[in-house]
């Protein structure tokens, strides 16, 4: 499997619209790097702070709400996050915004550049307007972590329970003094069989804390066992094109999957004979049985195609409220399998795409469409090419998905002549939950663009009859004319 340079992790990760021009892009953002010795300054103090993790997927969700103090004498708006240099090329998703007030857009928050072998790095949060001196603000931060959870046993037969182990600080990760803490653990059941500490233990919920006082820094290590015998989906690539036809009203979509299920691998053999015996009660499983892909109403000749060839089974059913394509894999997935496989559809332009004045035009897409699980969907990498139509210029786009990388190009298909401008984003560690996000492309097409392939075709259509002709006019024969 292709992997994603380091590098592009360690580049800002912003919220903000980003522009590309056709022949150059721009830079996400400038590129900061902290010192070797950098410490974040002590300006601020966590009042009350309160760190929920939630364990019901495939994936960790932390959500953080806290009370923060700038203690310094002059106004501050730089909020630092550490994370274990382990972990931090798993964290995604992280956002921060005003608890009080949301409505307000979400704080610019971005991954800087620290010393490679440093065993902390950090996450900024800027906020929108400097923090007063002595004066207080409410933060709600979250992100997710991927590939983050741990089957034990790692082998498992194949209707044994599945226990997932997740190693974690009851202590939130903070630059800064906190005065007040507590971590709650959501599981998704009450069989936890192992754990460490003495958590305050209500149905499927721990509490670790209160702690007072905790130094900036600190961490104090638990663990906890719990039944999760479910599949644990994760995508290591998603490629995913959207080509735009003006000419046909068209709006194609293509997804190319590279999935993988993390779970406990089979400690025997796969049994056929076992499994059918079993479906008729449809017993809890870490296996992948089936994918649901919710499209939009209206979708239309969809597909999907095996990599080997289409051996598994599919099913679209569509009506005035749902569209659902349903997938079926020949063999259940189990722990350490993969899966890849391409999806597509066509969809009315109409539906996402309008006119705003002159040669402007306006697209609202998905960034991210795809399976639906109850699990959860992981997804390491996803590049993302919105295809527009040959002549489209002065593109600019916006989306609250984090991009790590963007590229504008040329791509040439049949009767093309320069190639169709492509805008291609590249995001990382994303989950499902994503689904909701929206890619806003918007670009001009001059009107004269438009009859450039029905002239390149006119054109190729002339010149090849004018070609026979003159070949016709050629005189083959190999004797003297008569007379």
């Known amino acids: 499997m292709r992997l994603f340079p380091i590098s592009l992790v360690c580049v800002s990760l912003t919220q903000a619209i980003y522009a590309a021009e056709t022949n150059a892009t721009t830079p996400l953002s400038s590129h900061h790097i902290l010192p070797t010795n950098f410490k ?24 953080v709400n806290v009370v923060i103090e700038n203690i310094d004498t002059k106004p501050q708006d730089e909020y630092y996050i550490p994370f274990d ?4 090329g798993k964290v995604g998703g992280l956002e921060a915004r005003d608890k009080k007030d949301t409505s307000k857009p979400s704080f610019r ?15 900024r949060i800027t906020l929108s307007e400097p923090l007063k001196p002595s004066t207080q603000l409410t933060l709600a931060i979250s992100y997710h972590l991927l590939s983050s959870l741990k089957p034990l046993p790692e082998t498992i037969t194949q209707q044994e329970k599945q226990y997932l182990q997740h190693t974690f600080s009851t202590y939130a990760p903070s630059a800064y003094l906190t005065q007040n803490q507590k971590t709650k653990v959501k599981f ?17 919920t721990f509490t670790y804390g209160p702690y007072d006082n905790i130094p900036a820094g600190s961490e104090s290590l638990a663990s906890v066992r719990y039944e999760f015998t479910k599949p644990i989906i994760h995508t290591t690539l998603l490629e995913r094109d959207i080509e735009i036809s003006h000419w046909g009203g068209n709006l194609a979509t293509e997804e190319r999957y590279w999935l993988t299920n993390k779970a406990a691998s089979l400690s025997n053999q796969f049994s056929r004979v076992q499994w059918q015996a079993v479906q008729y009660y449809n017993p809890a499983v870490s296996a992948i049985k089936a994918l649901n892909v919710p499209l939009k109403v ?30 079926k894999p020949r063999y259940p997935i189990f722990g350490g399998w993969s899966f890849p496989f391409r999806i597509g559809w066509d969809a009315d332009l109409s539906d996402f795409l309008r006119k705003v004045r002159g040669d402007e035009y306006v697209l609202k897409v998905p960034f991210l469409e795809g399976p639906k699980m109850g699990e959860g969907i992981s997804y390491e990498k996803i590049t993302l090419r919105v295809i527009l139509p040959e002549g489209a210029m002065n593109i600019k786009y916006q989306t609250s998905i984090p991009v790590v990388a963007e590229s504008v190009s040329p ?43 029905p002239i390149t075709i006119f054109a190729a259509v002339l010149a090849l009859f004018v070609t026979a002709w003159v070949i016709g006019r050629v005189d083959t024969s190999i004797g003297q004319k008569a007379g």
């Open 40 to 63: 974040p300054p002590q300006v601020f103090k966590n009042v009350n702070l309160v760190r929920s993790v939630n364990l019901e997927k495939g994936y960790v969700k932390e959500t």
């Open 85 to 88: 240099g382990s972990i931090v």
């Open 109 to 123: 928050s971005e991954l800087v550049e620290y010393d490679a072998f440093s065993p902390t790095q950090f996450y």
């Open 188 to 204: 998704p059941g009450v069989d936890i069989p192992d754990y460490t500490g003495e958590p305050e233990r209500q149905g499927s």
């Open 298 to 327: 209206g979708s239309l000749n969809p597909y999907f195609t095996d990599d080997i060839g289409n051996v598994s089974t599919s099913r679209y059913r569509s009506n005035s409220r749902e569209a659902n394509l349903e997938l």
């Open 411 to 453: 791509h040439r298909t049949f009767m093309d002549t320069l190639g169709r401008t492509t805008l291609t984003l590249t995001a990382m560690n994303v989950i499902d939950e994503s689904r909701d996000a929206d890619l806003v492309v918007s670009y001009e097409y001059p009107f004269i663009a438009g009859f450039r392939k």
